[in-house]
């Protein structure tokens, strides 16, 4: 394995640090106060336009998709760092790019199965930039980690599908450019295979019956930058049976599919927002003084600041391994390493977040630094993507198969 930036990569890199630098840093005060005046705020800040315009002037533009027609033509191991640079302001970076999710999994899943009518109806204009989407799976009545469980009906009705059910937590659906619902549900509830119960839709915003309910919060939080996570009822909603992405009962492959890169890319930025908890940590413990003495000749604080740099290292290493299997053996060979990534870094980032709000004392809880915020969303991806105790269980079903 060598992990060395090959020549593209170290060219996007340092392009993309200065973009962060100049553009996104600076942003970030900016976007809040626009917020502020803005008539809804689930509204897009005029600021973030401006950094999507220039980042796609800059060439800085949908660097996730692999496909080199539709997107930058970057393997993972290439898009690795870049994506762990977005993840030092992930309110801003990623959309500015084009990289935020869920936008970056329904544009690949829209890429690897859709139709030549939904990629030129979707597919482009999310590529463009020019509308954002929601992909509904989670429901409050049940557990749905176990995608098994999943209630919502879409039934077929002629050439129509009618889809019934309720949905929470969907990122995105507050934002008024959410044009597009990706959403799971059951075609054939009775199948006695019951990986093929489910099937993929794509549901139009302004459809009849679809109800944007209510916005649920993080923490308090209402995370404007993901658009905001939604509750969201869809009561007899009727699309054409056009709009089902690849076959009936294909839905629980599709998600399979989609959720590979996805939860790469989630590691991939929770490093980067660790190092920008270090970096704010250095800052803090040099310039703060407590009983005589700065905090950075305090003992403990140097600890949690080595500790820190070590865990990083490890997982950037594991991340990087399975970004680079991901790319020579596909996602299936790579299944145990996203598995891995996916429980140690949020786990691990949330720690280094936390010993970082302690070192910021008040200021740590509070809004006048990132940390309160990048917490809550470190410790929201322990859950998101499935919860680390569903991928401990297949992974050690795995190992342990060896030995059954
Ligand atoms: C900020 C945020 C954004 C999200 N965005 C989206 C989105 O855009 N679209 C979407 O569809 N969903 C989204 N989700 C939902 C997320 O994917 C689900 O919360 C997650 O899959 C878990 O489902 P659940 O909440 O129903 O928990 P449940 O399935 O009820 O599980 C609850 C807990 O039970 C335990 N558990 C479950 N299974 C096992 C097991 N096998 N062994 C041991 N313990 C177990 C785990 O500790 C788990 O956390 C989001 C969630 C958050 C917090």
Same mark, same amino acid.
């Given at each position: ?91 801003? *970076?990623? #959309?500015?790019?084009?990289? =935020?999710?869920? %936008?970056?999994? &329904?544009? @690949? ?6 139709? +030549? ?18 992909? *509904?799976? #989670?429901?409050?009545?049940? =557990?749905?980690? %176990?995608?098994? &469980?999943? @209630? ?6 002629? +050439? ?18 959410? *044009? ?225």
């Amino acid at each position: 394995m060598d992990f060395a930036f090959d020549a593209r990569t170290e060219e996007l890199r340092t392009r993309l640090l200065a973009f962060m630098d100049e553009h996104v840093y600076p942003a970030e005060k900016t976007a809040e106060e626009q917020r502020a005046e803005l008539a809804s705020p689930w509204d897009t800040p005029r600021i973030v336009e401006e950094l999507k315009a220039e980042a796609r002037r800059q060439g800085l533009w949908n660097l996730f998709l692999p496909d080199a027609g539709y997107g930058a033509g970057l393997t993972n191991l290439q898009y690795a760092p870049l994506a762990e640079i977005l993840g030092r302001s992930p309110q801003l *970076a990623p #959309t500015a790019l084009n990289c =935020a999710a869920p %936008d970056t999994g &329904n544009m @690949e899943v829209l890429f690897q199965f859709g139709t +030549d009518e939904q990629k030129k109806r979707w597919l482009e204009p999310l590529l463009a930039g020019e509308i954002r989407s929601a992909f *509904a799976m #989670t429901e409050p009545d049940v =557990a749905s980690s %176990d995608a098994t &469980n999943i @209630e919502t009906r879409i039934t077929r009705d002629g +050439d129509s599908y009618v889809i019934n059910g309720r949905k929470w937590f969907i990122s995105g659906a507050m934002n008024p450019d959410c *044009a597009v619902f990706i959403v799971m549900g059951k075609t054939d509830p009775e199948g006695t295979d019951i990986r093929r119960q489910q099937s993929q839709i794509l549901v139009p915003r302004d459809t009849p019956g679809l109800e944007v309910r209510r916005a649920m919060r993080v923490y308090g939080y209402e995370d404007h930058s993901h658009g905001g996570h939604a509750e969201v009822v869809f009561k007899d909603v009727r699309v054409p049976a056009t709009n089902l992405i690849g076959e009936e009962g294909g839905g629980f492959a599709i998600a399979q599919a989609r959720l590979g890169p996805g939860r790469i890319h989630h590691c991939m930025r929770l490093i980067g927002m660790a190092e920008r908890a270090i970096e704010l940590m250095c800052r803090r413990a040099v310039a703060r003084t407590a009983f005589g003495k700065p905090l950075a000749e305090q003992g403990v604080v140097r600890n949690w600041i080595a500790d820190a740099r070590v865990t990083v290292e490890q997982l950037r290493l594991l991340v990087l391994k399975t970004a680079w299997l991901m790319d020579t053996v596909g996602n299936r060979g790579a299944h145990t390493e996203i598995q891995s990534i996916k429980i140690a870094t949020p786990r691990a980032v949330v720690g280094i977040l936390d010993q970082a709000v302690q070192l910021y004392g008040a200021g740590g809880v509070s809004q006048d630094y990132p940390l309160a915020e990048l917490w809550s969303s470190a410790r929201t991806l322990r859950l998101a993507d499935g919860p680390d105790e569903v991928h401990q269980r297949s992974l050690a079903h795995r190992e342990l198969k060896k030995y059954l």
